[in-house]
């Protein structure tokens, strides 16, 4: 090639090269899931205003979602944050870095998951009418078709030997977890509802008729009832005390073997929501408008409140005498146990999934698109500190009491067995 043409091409190979090789595709080094996460403090939050709400900044994600996918869940258990996609995608990260360590389709995207429940060192949950549980690294564990005649209404529990849940067919199944056939069964007026709880010797579940019963969990024996005045989402049981929301404003608080009333507190709006329960605290939910934290032990008959915060959504962690909450304004509002007050209140773009931790300090947040923020206070060390969850767990297994008799005070439903 001539000297002139070859001078005369070099304007146009820099342009093509310009072209191939611009600023917005050069190649990048690939990345771990761990590394890949942004080590950057949450965007619109300066690092004095978390110091001045004791809190620090820990890490951020930020997750593929794929193609027209959402977050709709974000919960977290024994130090693990898992995040749920409207298409039953199931994420597990490392609550203390945010690191990645798996992830899993759970079941066909269309199916509705019911809320979680755990057993052990394990999760599960109804995908339609498909229990499904998992253990913390991932895998299947357990997998089982409940007869579609049985079609699900409320979450599920589950004891060694025995699968529990409520059905539209106005039912409530006692079922063996091997082969999913009906242990026991009771009949009720209406479908059980909303979330039940089992304990060592029995199961607790509510209705749509405002009933809540109390049966024996390896026999169809009731041990007491109680019907609230409204609507209830379910029930909760820890230690010595039976907590039930309901929508006649009340919070009732029992003794969960005799069915003694402990106490009630009236909340002055309905209770849609189930409780957040600390060792010392219950954080209750008033309709749509404010967020109650009452003491768990008061020392007069109706409770005991601590404060009442306007907007207050839920509780996103506890530490000391400090509680850290999200408003429905989107604004972390630190409140003093203690002193019964508000300290401060700091706006945090991008929230709309929260996991409500009442095991250890923790605060994680997410955006729909797949952010995730970890704060925690600053005098909390979560890698020296082991999580332990505070409501009771899942029983081994259920096993009657045989000294345990039912409260002769409470009278028998006319339907509650077939």
Same mark, same amino acid.
């Given at each position: 090639?001539?000297k002139k043409?070859?001078f ?7 342009l093509?090269?310009?072209i ?8 990048q080094?690939q ?5 890949s996460?942004?080590?950057s ?16 900044f820990v890490?951020s994600a930020?997750l593929n979602m794929g193609?027209a996918s ?6 977290y258990h024994?130090s693990?944050?898992?995040?749920l996609?409207?298409?039953n995608?199931?994420?597990a990260?490392?609550?203390r870095t945010?690191a990645?360590?798996?992830s899993r389709?759970?079941?066909g995207?269309?199916?509705h998951?019911?809320?979680v429940q755990?057993? =052990? /060192?394990?999760?599960?949950f109804l995908m339609?009418? @498909?229990?499904i549980?998992?253990? !913390? $690294? ?7 078709q409940v007869n579609?005649n049985?079609?699900?209404s409320t979450s599920a529990?589950?004891?060694e030997?025995?699968l529990y849940l409520?059905?539209?067919?106005k039912?409530?199944y006692?079922?063996k977890?091997d082969n999913?056939?009906?242990?026991w =069964? /009771?009949?009720?007026n209406r479908e059980?509802v909303? @979330?039940i709880?089992l304990?060592? !010797? $029995?199961?607790?579940f509510?209705t749509a008729?405002n ?7 390896t026999e169809?024996?009731?041990a007491?009832?109680?019907?609230a005045?409204?609507e209830?989402?379910?029930v909760?049981?820890d230690?010595?005390?039976?907590l039930?929301?309901s929508a006649?404003?009340?919070l009732?608080?029992?003794d969960?073997?005799?069915?003694k009333m402990?106490w009630?507190?009236?909340c002055?709006?309905?209770?849609f929501d ?8 219950i954080?209750?939910p008033?309709g749509h408008s404010?967020?109650?934290?009452l003491?768990?032990y008061?020392g007069k008959k109706?409770?005991s409140?601590?404060?009442?915060l306007d ?5 996103l962690?506890q ?8 408003t429905?304004?989107?604004e972390i ?8 007050q508000r ?6 773009p991008d ?5 409500r931790?009442?095991e ?7 955006s ?5 923020i970890?704060?925690?206070?600053l005098?909390?060390?979560p ?9 009771s767990?899942?029983a081994?297994?259920?096993?009657p009491?045989d000294?345990?008799e039912?409260n002769p005070?409470?009278?028998?439903p006319?339907k509650?067995e077939?």
């Amino acid at each position: 090639m001539p000297k002139k043409s070859f001078f005369n091409l070099i304007p146009a190979i820099v342009l093509i090269s310009l072209i191939v090789v611009g600023p917005g595709c050069q190649t990048q080094p690939q990345t771990t899931d761990a590394e890949s996460m942004a080590i950057s403090g949450p965007v619109g939050v300066s690092e004095e205003i978390l110091t001045k709400a004791g809190l620090n900044f820990v890490w951020s994600a930020n997750l593929n979602m794929g193609r027209a996918s959402d977050i709709k869940q974000v919960f977290y258990h024994n130090s693990k944050l898992y995040v749920l996609n409207n298409r039953n995608i199931l994420w597990a990260l490392d609550g203390r870095t945010g690191a990645i360590e798996w992830s899993r389709v759970l079941a066909g995207p269309n199916l509705h998951c019911s809320p979680v429940q755990y057993y =052990q /060192n394990s999760l599960f949950f109804l995908m339609g009418n @498909t229990f499904i549980q998992i253990n !913390d $690294k991932g895998h299947t564990i357990k997998k089982l078709q409940v007869n579609p005649n049985y079609p699900a209404s409320t979450s599920a529990a589950r004891s060694e030997n025995y699968l529990y849940l409520g059905s539209l067919n106005k039912r409530f199944y006692c079922l063996k977890i091997d082969n999913g056939i009906a242990h026991w =069964q /009771n009949r009720c007026n209406r479908e059980p509802v909303g @979330t039940i709880t089992l304990t060592s !010797d $029995k199961v607790y579940f509510v209705t749509a008729d405002n009933w809540l019963y109390v049966s024996a969990a390896t026999e169809r024996d009731l041990a007491w009832k109680f019907q609230a005045a409204g609507e209830l989402p379910g029930v909760i049981v820890d230690n010595d005390q039976c907590l039930l929301p309901s929508a006649d404003t009340a919070l009732y608080c029992f003794d969960p073997e005799t069915g003694k009333m402990l106490w009630k507190h009236l909340c002055g709006g309905s209770l849609f929501d189930m409780p957040v329960i600390t060792s010392d605290s219950i954080y209750q939910p008033v309709g749509h408008s404010s967020l109650l934290c009452l003491d768990r032990y008061p020392g007069k008959k109706n409770g005991s409140v601590r404060w009442v915060l306007d907007e207050g959504l839920a509780l996103l962690a506890q530490h000391n005498n400090l509680s850290y909450v999200l408003t429905r304004n989107q604004e972390i509002t630190v409140m003093d146990n203690k002193l019964q007050q508000r300290k401060m209140s700091f706006y945090l773009p991008d929230v709309d999934l929260f996991a409500r931790n009442n095991e250890d300090a923790m605060i994680l947040l997410a955006s729909r698109s797949g952010k995730i923020i970890a704060l925690k206070p600053l005098d909390f060390d979560p890698n020296l500190i082991k999580s332990k969850p505070i409501t009771s767990p899942q029983a081994d297994d259920a096993r009657p009491d045989d000294s345990q008799e039912p409260n002769p005070d409470q009278e028998s439903p006319d339907k509650f067995e077939e």
